[in-house]
């Protein structure tokens, strides 16, 4: 088993834990609601520069800013948790990354958007509309049953 909170950036991180982060198609995005309670929600996300970044998208019966944007304007902090399920355990593992918050309109972040419609397939038909969630990373944390 193996536990490491010593990374501040992608660069430090192991070969691993940087291939399942970039590589994870969901991931669970960490958050304090209006009251301060926890949040948790499934995103997706792109890596681009030295941030994690994610998108509001094209939502049915939308009216208005999702909730999480607005909690996140308020406290501009979040996780973000991306992990490998297998019914084999020895190859169970996670990679966390804890960091400040900045939303951004679609058109101030192109880059952003760009890796976020290469990684997804239904964002080629259809690009998120935004607004885009920046996840600078401060800490990460990760964790492998591999050792």
């Known amino acids: 088993m193996l536990v490491a909170v010593r990374a ?3 660069k430090e991180l192991p070969g691993w834990a940087k291939e399942l982060l970039e590589g994870g198609r969901v ?3 960490g958050f304090l609601d ?15 520069g030295d941030a994690i ?26 996780a ?13 593992r996670w990679i ?5 918050v900045e939303i951004l309109a679609a058109g101030d972040a192109p880059g952003a958007l760009e890796a976020l419609v ?4 239904p ?16 800490r990460f944390l990760w964790w492998s049953a591999a050792g």
């Not at 966390?96 to 400040?100: E, F, N």
């Not at 290469?118 to 397939?121: D, L, M, P, T, V």
């Not at 964002?123 to 401060?138: C, K, W």
């Open 8 to 10: 501040r950036t992608l």
């Open 27 to 29: 991931g669970r995005l």
């Open 34 to 48: 209006g009251e301060d309670g926890p949040r948790v929600l499934p995103v997706t996300y792109a890596l681009h």
């Open 53 to 78: 970044w994610s998108a509001v998208d094209r939502k049915p019966k939308r009216a208005g800013e999702p909730a999480r944007i607005g909690y996140l304007r308020r406290r501009p902090e979040a």
């Open 80 to 92: 973000l948790t991306v992990d490998h399920y297998s019914e084999d355990w020895r190859k169970l």
């Open 96 to 100: 966390q990354v804890l960091g400040d």
């Open 118 to 121: 290469h990684k997804y397939e």
């Open 123 to 138: 964002y080629r038909a259809e690009p998120p509309p935004g607004p885009l969630i920046r996840l600078a990373p401060t």
